[in-house]
């Protein structure tokens, strides 16, 4: 039997000094105050030098994405951009043989190649039919007409929105009433 209380001995792995640290001074913090409340400030630093370096890391990936998705965004608009580029090449070499037909026909093709293109990615084009809007359009003149007062009468500049935000008014002209 004196065998069996060796062998036991033998089988006990060696004790980690960290984990006996530890283990004293929670032996010392049960009988002193004092050093309870630093064991605990001392974990409650650890967890919060943890929670600060998951954070950096976090905001750090966030960074990342964020300038990975925009790179995407612009190489996906560029790429789509391209063929309305080589039209509006096509259009000026026929601009410089001098043929004014194909240069006319040239221009209304990159027109409509590049309206169809912002289409496609959201753009629409502000309406200016009608009364004012002060949240979709930018009133640059108030003229006298024979229009009811604070109707539209000329536009100046198309306006655009992109989704639900307008990228940019609508410049118009709007009636001041009766001459």
Known sequence: MTGDVGSTESRESPRDPQVEEV????EAAASDPLAELALQRDEYLDALQRLKAEFDNYRKRVD??????????????VGELLPVLDDLERALEAATAHEEAKLEE?????????ADLLGRNGLTEIATDGAFDPHTQ?????QPSEAEEGTVIQVLQKGYTLGDRVLRPARVVVSAGGR
């Open 23 to 26: 283990a004293a001074a929670e």
């Open 64 to 77: 990342r994405e964020r300038i990975e998705l925009m790179t995407r965004a612009n190489e996906r608009l």
């Open 106 to 114: 040239g221009v209304a093709l990159v027109h409509r190649a590049l």
């Open 138 to 142: 930018e009133a640059l003149l108030a």
